[in-house]
């Protein structure tokens, strides 16, 4: 039986939503669970920083990552194609969008192998590499949807991705401005505390935009799905 989830390239962004999203939550139910962290709401970086979460965290982030890449580099090279055919956008535009995505993904990397704790700067610069990346990688490919949505995408789905893309960017500057008003990250923090409210806007704004992604990509499978994509070798006459 040819499922939905693997016709066609249809497999990739379904493994990478798959896997972003089992990365939050199960670095979440194990940090939870172990007392490492408040319930309700902590920042994600923070139900991933003492181990065992810490490994898994690190280690699921980094799979999605380079998911994140495979999948932008395939979206690249089927707008590409569909480009040939129909040409809806200038090709610099469908190549700023990978190199953003491609970026943001090494944000995700540094996230991964830089915990909060031990180097926090340096894992908040990932953090905002991700964050304003991943937006703007997602608004930039909503426009290139509305572009082409008279030959290759339906203007119910670029409402669709129109409006994630919105509410991504809209949450990304709170996420920002309240969480460097907090300073360094406290796992835990008394609801009577100055900075609590901040955290939790922060907080609740990070995890939009990290599901905000996924739904994103969840919204490429049907463009995935009619087509295949090929890898050719070729050994040059002089390479021997």
């Known amino acids: ?7 066609g390239m249809a497999l990739l962004p379904s493994f990478l939503v798959i896997w972003s999203s089992a990365s939050f939550i199960i670095s979440y139910i194990i ?13 994600i970086s923070d ?17 999605s990552a380079m998911l994140g890449a495979a999948t932008m580099y395939a979206r690249y090279k089927i707008l590409a194609k569909q480009n040939d055919i129909s040409s809806f956008i200038k090709p610099w535009l469908n190549k700023a969008a990978l190199v953003i995505g491609l970026i943001g993904c090494i944000g995700m990397g540094i996230v991964a192998t830089f915990q909060e704790k031990l180097i926090p700067i340096v ?20 426009v290139i949807s509305y572009m082409c949505r008279t030959q290759w995408n339906s203007m119910r789905m670029c409402c669709v991705r129109i409006s994630i893309s919105v509410i991504s960017a809209i949450a990304v500057l709170p996420m920002i401005v309240f969480g460097a008003l907090i300073g360094i990250t406290n ?16 907080a609740i704004c990070e995890w939009i935009i990290a599901f905000s992604f996924n739904m994103y990509f969840l919204t490429f499978i049907k463009d995935f799905q009619g087509v295949t994509l090929k890898i050719t070798t070729e050994i040059h006459d002089d390479f021997r």
């Not at 039986?1 to 016709?7: A, H, L, S, T, V």
């Not at 894992?123 to 930039?140: C, K, M, N, P, S």
Request: some cysteine.
């Open 187 to 202: 796992s835990y923090l008394d609801p009577h505390e100055q900075g609590y409210r901040y955290h939790m806007v922060s």
């Open 31 to 43: 940090s939870v669970f172990r007392g490492d962290v408040e319930p309700f709401v902590p920042y």
């Open 1 to 7: 039986m040819d499922f939905w989830c693997i016709r």
């Open 123 to 142: 894992h908040d610069v990932g953090a905002l590499i991700t964050f304003i990346g991943g937006v703007v990688y997602i608004v930039l490919q909503s």
């Open 47 to 63: 139900t991933g920083t003492t181990p065992p979460e810490s490994g898994v965290f690190g280690f699921m982030i980094s799979v």
